[in-house]
């Protein structure tokens, strides 16, 4: 159990902080589940547009500190060879 001032500051800092960061995970995972969807449909064209509309979503999540840039860039990467294979 926390004693300084400090210390609890802290605590109730992180529990809002981890909230926060869950939240644009989540959004993020929302983004990237729209694309694998149009993915296994086969849709190309919708394929792309959900691509275009998460690329955005993920490079915040790597200016939010959420994820790893180089994470984000493998996650991309193998997106866009899945929705270019499509067809």
Avoid: C, Y
Wanted: no cysteine; proline share 1%.
């Amino acid at each position: 159990m926390a004693h300084h001032k400090s210390a609890k500051k802290r605590i109730r800092r992180n529990g809002r902080r981890t909230e926060i960061n869950r939240r644009r995970v989540s959004r993020i995972r929302t983004f990237v589940k729209a694309v694998e969807l149009a993915i296994s449909s086969g849709d190309k064209d919708a394929a792309q547009t959900a691509l275009r509309a998460a690329q955005p979503e993920m490079h915040r999540g790597v200016r939010g500190g959420v994820l790893h840039k180089n994470t984000v860039a493998r996650k991309l990467s193998r997106l866009s060879a899945r929705v270019k294979a499509i067809g």
